[in-house]
Structures are given as structure tokens and as C-alpha cells.
Antibody
Framework: QAQLEQSGAELRRPGASVKVSCKAS????????ISWVRQAPGQGFEWMGW????????QFAQKFQDRVTLTRDTSTSTVHMELRSLTSDDTAVYYC???????????WGQGILVTVSS | EIVMTQTPATLSLSPGERATISCRAS??????LAWYQQKPGQAPRLLIY???TRANDIPARFSGSGSGTEVTLTISSLQSEDFAVYYC?????????FGGGTKVEIK
């Protein structure tokens, strides 16, 4: 059974950065890309970006292009997402999900609450 | 980007009733359309992909139809565990985009 396990909740000051992780298990890591999606409190979903776990290629939503970095570590089957220059508007639950273009999100991580507050 | 417009925003129904949720796109997504269910405090769960194929372990009362720019999710007879928020998503073209969600609440 595939599983995505995300790192724990984070608290950051405005202007700081946060790096969170998503560890995959139960399937061949480099066979499926990983997407990141966030959900602000009481809101819908906002797609942030995607990484190919096979070759590291990435795609980003335009609004996150300059602030997000996605990396993968094939030795540990883990994807990392770094978001920089945080503001209070970045307070949200961040999910990783298996899938991308032409593939639905069939497995999701449990979500990470990132709180940005002074 | 493909803008997904989901209607209605809220659906107030009783158990046993039929729920119909629509999703319209600003351009074609072919059949690369998924529906997700989210309950409070939980990650979303994939219900339907390819616009009409039920995901693993999804009950037959959930069905999806449509293609191109319009799709519909139908829950034939609402059970207590179906009261939740539902989202459509196109995975046809970058950036991937979601509808705004439909809350199915108990009347």
C-alpha cells in the first residue's frame, strides 16, 4: 500500500523560509511524480508545483515560481519543498500528493500546518 | 490556466437524497478530471478519475460523467458519511487547477 508521510508542523516568522518533506513508501518512488498543494484555513486547494521523481524536472504555478524549490532524494524516497519569503498569507496546510499531469492524486500525505506569525 | 467553476457552493440535502455537483472548465480538459472528497481535518480522498472511473474502494453510489469542459459528480443516495466537501480538479494541463469546492451538508 502506497503511503506518503509528511514532516511535522512548522512555525515561522514573516520573511523566513520553511522546508518540509514528504517520504514515500510502498511503491517504486521514481515511477510517480509528486505534487504540492496547499489549503489556507477554511479555503479550497491551491496547486503549487510538481517534481518528477525520475529526473528532477519541475513545474510551478506562476505565483510560486520565484519562491518555491522542489528537490528529491532518491536514496530516501523523499521530496522536499522549500518556500521562501514567508508572509501571513502563506499560513496553510501543505499537502504532498502522488500524481501530476495526466495522473490524478491517488495518494496524499497527511498535511503539514505551516503557520507564519510574528 | 484552466479555470474550474464548481456549482453549487453549498448543497443542503437529507440522507437518502440524490446529490449532483457540476464543474465547468474555461477550456477542455479532455477526460483528465478528478473528484475528491474532503472531511474536516483530513486529507482529500480520490473518488473519481478520468471523469467517470471510480477509484479503488469507492462505493457505486458515486458516479461521474461528462468530458471536455463540463462534468458532473452524482451521489445517488446520500449516506451519513457522504456529508463533506467535494472538489473537482483538472490534471490535463499545467498548472493543475481545482474547483472552489461544494459543501454537502445535512438539511
Amino acid at each position: 500500500q502506497a503511503q506518503l508521510e509528511q514532516s511535522g508542523a512548522e512555525l515561522r516568522r514573516p520573511g523566513a523560509s520553511v522546508k518540509v518533506s514528504c517520504k514515500a513508501s510502498g511503491y517504486t518512488f521514481d515511477s510517480y511524480g509528486i505534487s504540492w498543494v496547499r489549503q489556507a484555513p477554511g479555503q479550497g486547494f491551491e496547486w503549487m508545483g510538481w517534481i518528477s521523481t525520475y529526473n528532477g524536472d519541475t513545474q510551478f504555478a506562476q505565483k510560486f515560481q520565484d519562491r518555491v524549490t522542489l528537490t528529491r532524494d532518491t536514496s530516501t524516497s523523499t521530496v522536499h519543498m522549500e518556500l521562501r519569503s514567508l508572509t501571513s498569507d502563506d499560513t496553510a496546510v501543505y499537502y504532498c500528493a502522488r500524481g501530476g499531469r495526466s495522473l490524478p492524486y491517488d495518494y496524499w500525505g497527511q498535511g503539514i500546518l505551516v503557520t507564519v506569525s510574528s | 490556466e484552466i479555470v474550474m467553476t464548481q456549482t453549487p457552493a453549498t448543497l443542503s440535502l437529507s440522507p437518502g437524497e440524490r446529490a449532483t455537483i457540476s464543474c465547468r472548465a474555461s477550456e477542455s480538459f479532455s477526460t483528465n478530471l478528478a473528484w475528491y472528497q474532503q472531511k474536516p481535518g483530513q486529507a482529500p480522498r480520490l473518488l473519481i478519475y478520468g471523469a467517470s472511473t471510480r477509484a479503488n474502494d469507492i462505493p457505486a453510489r458515486f458516479s461521474g460523467s461528462g468530458s471536455g469542459t463540463e462534468v458532473t459528480l452524482t451521489i445517488s443516495s446520500l449516506q451519513s458519511e457522504d456529508f463533506a466537501v467535494y472538489y473537482c480538479q483538472q490534471y490535463h494541463k499545467w498548472p493543475l487547477t481545482f474547483g472552489g469546492g461544494t459543501k454537502v451538508e445535512i438539511k
